[in-house]
């Protein structure tokens, strides 16, 4: 083996200890605290994100634990603005405000053809334009209904809804005929709209209304469709006619396009039916819905009733009952988009149109047109 060690005596320990060199002296000032460093030990680390970690079970983890995080945060600031209004009810002071969350509809751009409620160019139009006659009463809608010429087994299904749904509605094959000849023989059987359904692979597309006898003729897109078998728990709509909602056409070119589509129904809803047809437009994509309601009295529990006080102090008497609505969709259900509006009936190479949608007009999403 090797040789032995020889030992070493105290005075040689302390010897080598004297050669040592001494520990550095440590640096004092504001930079020395603990607390810097480890500002300076975070600020290194870089933030993990989930999209970071390529092991997918973890990154699922951590995901759902960020989320669970954020609804816990969102759910303790419910709770203390719930508790800041109700301290504020009892002291008798004014609730603080309601924040109001940004969205695309009420960041919009701003549009100078929105209409006012103090305009009278716009009603001075409304009296002389081509839906006066129907708004007014003194005609009754009559419409009829066809399709393009390589038509598809969905098609009639879509029609034979439509149908249900617009009173006074009628069905003719188009078979050979021209658009234009239709249109004729439409207005001299004194149809006051026509609608053209137009089929690609198999599927309903577009949607083309045309008005009687001087137009306008609007094209849509048509996308999204569900038809009646298809929406689950669908109720079955009843002959009478429907009240209709039309929501949020607020500019020039939405509130035409909304007389247009007015002018399909007849101005006297029977209310006995409980039907409402909806075209709701939101960021220029109108939604169709069709549904009946029924009103229904429900109980109001008893914990509902406790500590409502009236402005003398006094218990206030609440109902025991309390009236619902409850709603049953009975279909179609689909999506338009305005393509083009042109004056007059439908003719594709002399027409002079009022507005057509361009690539170029898409400049901004917080921008709209209905």
């Known amino acids: 083996m090797g040789a032995k060690r020889k030992k070493r005596s105290k005075g040689s320990d302390s010897d080598d200890d004297d050669e040592r060199d001494p520990p550095p002296p440590k640096k004092q000032g504001p930079s020395a605290s603990p607390d810097s460093d480890s500002i300076k030990q975070k600020s290194n680390k870089k933030e993990i994100l989930p999209s970071m970690i390529k092991n997918k079970e973890k990154r699922s983890e951590i995901h759902a634990k960020i989320k669970r995080q954020k609804k816990l945060e969102k759910r303790k600031k419910l709770k203390e603005r719930q508790a800041a209004e109700k301290r504020a009810l ?22 100078e053809t929105v209409c006012k409620p103090d305009d009278e160019e716009l009603f001075a139009g409304n ?103 298809d929406i689950k728990n669908h109720g079955n709509p009843t002959g009478h006619k429907p009240e209709l909602v039309l929501n949020n056409f607020t500019t020039r070119l939405g509130h035409r396009v909304g007389r247009l589509i007015q002018s399909l129904f007849p101005q006297e809803p029977e209310f006995k039916g409980r039907r409402v047809v909806t075209f709701h437009n939101q960021r220029d994509f109108i939604f169709f819905r069709h549904h009946r309601y029924i009103f229904e009295t429900k109980e109001i529990k ?14 206030e008497k609440v109902p025991d009952h309390k009236t619902i609505a409850r709603l049953q969709e009975c279909g179609p259900r689909f999506t338009l988009k305005l393509i083009s509006l042109q004056h007059g009936t439908f003719d594709t190479k002399s027409g002079e149109y009022e507005w057509v949608h361009k690539a170029e007009m898409d400049t901004s999403r917080r921008r709209f047109f209905l």
Do not use: W
């Open 127 to 229: 009296d002389a334009d081509e839906f006066s006659k129907i708004l007014n009463q003194q005609m009754t809608p009559k419409i009829l209904i066809t399709t393009c010429r390589f038509n598809s087994t969905r098609g009639p299904a879509f029609i034979s809804e439509l149908l249900s749904v617009i009173p006074n509605a009628h069905y003719f094959k188009r078979g050979t005929y021209d658009l234009k000849k239709i249109v004729e023989y439409a207005r001299k059987k004194d149809f006051t709209s026509m609608i053209v359904v137009h089929t690609n692979r198999r599927e309903p597309d577009a949607l083309l209304i045309i008005g009687l006898p001087d137009g306008p003729t609007a094209h849509f897109k048509l996308s999204k469709l569900v038809l009646r078998k």
């Open 302 to 315: 008893k914990t509902d009733t406790k500590g409502k006080k009236d402005e003398q102090g006094t218990n």
């Open 90 to 111: 009892e002291l008798g002071e004014e609730p603080p405000e309601k924040k109001v969350p940004r969205t695309i509809e009420n960041t919009r751009e701003f549009d």
